[in-house]
């Protein structure tokens, strides 16, 4: 497959999860909009990385691929957090406990959200040093991607976390529909007093958006982990001898990756556009939506139209 239509996909991957973007920004939705923000620049890396060094493994934009490393790892734990963060609000709503919220308490109800989409996720890039032996790997085809020393350590700081989180986001959905069943009657008049803007159509499609991306989460860990660890764990020999090498960039062309290796690659590349893509899926169709195309529409009439109408007459 050459260069275009991996990056194609990417950049329009990218452009699509914008497409929501408003909606969730009027609505102040820091999970969703965590959840945007973090696979617009993925996709958006993993585009430029494929464009850059589809046919060559030279080392150029060093400091691009120290972020983009870097910004992968955070990506681990980004999505999860943020869909767990989404089920825990959609789970309080469900309940009584959100039906009525002062200023005070949506300030720190948002305050918490962005600890837990923004902040956990800087926390484990940090930690990421711990495990990392060397800077990053160049692989053809693929760009820039992280290195971990594949250990005890690494698990319980890149890996654990994020299944804990994803977990906890099935529990918070099983409890949410529990409390739908027993207000199913006046679910909507429920919704409506916790002044969330929330309708039932929305919130089920908020609530399905993030179980299906944990249950995709869960199954590409359990094969990132299957694969990673096939061959063992490598035993953890000390700070300095894990770092010894740090400055090292390992680089591999095609032709030296074994099949089953490459083959891999790929399904995880994949992985990014496709989460992408399932996000876009889940908004881009509602009732909602709808009425916010309608609107772009009316206003690209009124004002892009009528002004291109005005220069055709004048001309």
Known sequence: MSAAPRAFASFLAAVLVLVPL?????????????????????????????????????????????????????????????????????????????????????????????????????????????????????????????DTYVSVPEFFLIWFIPILLCLGTFVLGALAFWHFFKRRATFARHLAAS?????????????AMSLALMIWNLVVFALT??????????PWTGWADVHSNWLHINRFPVFLIPSDTLRWTYFLWWTIPATAYMFFAFFAFGHDALIEYTGYFLWFKRNVGMDHYVLRTLS
């Not at 982990?225 to 490598?234: A, D, I």
């Open 225 to 234: 982990l299957s694969f990673n660890y096939r061959p063992g764990l490598r």
């Open 22 to 146: 408003p909606g969730h920004w009027r609505a102040r939705n820091i999970p969703t909009l965590s959840l945007i923000a973090w696979l617009f620049f993925l996709n958006v890396a993993h585009g430029v990385n494929v464009i850059e060094w589809y046919d060559n493994i030279e080392i150029k934009l060093t400091i691009w691929c120290d972020i983009i490393s870097k910004l992968i790892i955070g990506a681990n734990m980004a999505i999860p957090a943020s869909c767990f963060c989404l089920a825990l609000r959609l789970e309080g709503i469900a309940s009584v406990r959100s039906v009525k919220r002062t200023h005070s308490d949506k300030r720190r109800k948002m305050l918490s959200d962005i600890a837990i989409c923004v902040g956990l996720p800087l926390i484990q890039m940090s930690l990421h040093y711990v495990v990392q032996g060397h800077r990053f790997d160049i692989v053809e085809r693929f760009g820039c991607q992280p």
């Open 195 to 207: 002044s969330t803007g929330l309708t039932p159509s929305r919130y089920f499609r908020l609530m």
